[in-house]
Nanobody, 127 residues
Framework: QVQLVESGGGLVQAGGSLRLSCAAS????????MGWFRQAPGKEREFVAA????????RYNDSVKGRFTISSDNARNTVYLQMNSLKHEDTAVYYC????????????????????WGQGTQVTVSS
């Protein structure tokens, strides 16, 4: 079992930046590949970014490439999502997720691949 708690969301103007954090507790953090997803009102949850268990592979949704960066700090059991050049369409609830098992170099991008989810943090970008 692992528990995930997101923080860092808020209200920001278009073009601004935010950094989301996801603190994990429970089993050894390095056992998990980690991902960020988001869900806007009336829409399905969508993949944003993922990082493999060993941090060696990252994957991004095309809509955030070049603007968002995922990273992990195993010593702090924390994964981050640095979001720059934010757009109104980035407005959503952002969720952190953990995937147990799998390859060390595999960054999963599908909702069904993840086993544990945080409660989410709201990001609102004003235009």
């Amino acid at each position: 079992q692992v528990q995930l708690v997101e923080s860092g969301g808020g209200l920001v103007q278009a073009g601004g930046s935010l950094r989301l954090s996801c603190a994990a507790s429970g089993r050894t953090f390095s056992r998990y590949a980690m991902g960020w997803f988001r869900q806007a009102p009336g829409k399905e949850r969508e993949f944003v970014a993922a990082i493999s268990r060993n941090g060696g592979d990252t994957r991004y949704n095309d809509s955030v490439k070049g603007r968002f960066t995922i990273s992990s700090d195993n010593a702090r059991n924390t994964v981050y999502l640095q979001m720059n050049s934010l757009k109104h369409e980035d407005t959503a609830v952002y969720y952190c997720a953990a995937k147990s098992g799998g390859g060390y170099y595999y960054a999963a991008s599908a909702v069904y691949e993840y086993d544990y989810w945080g409660q989410g943090t709201q990001v609102t970008v004003s235009s």
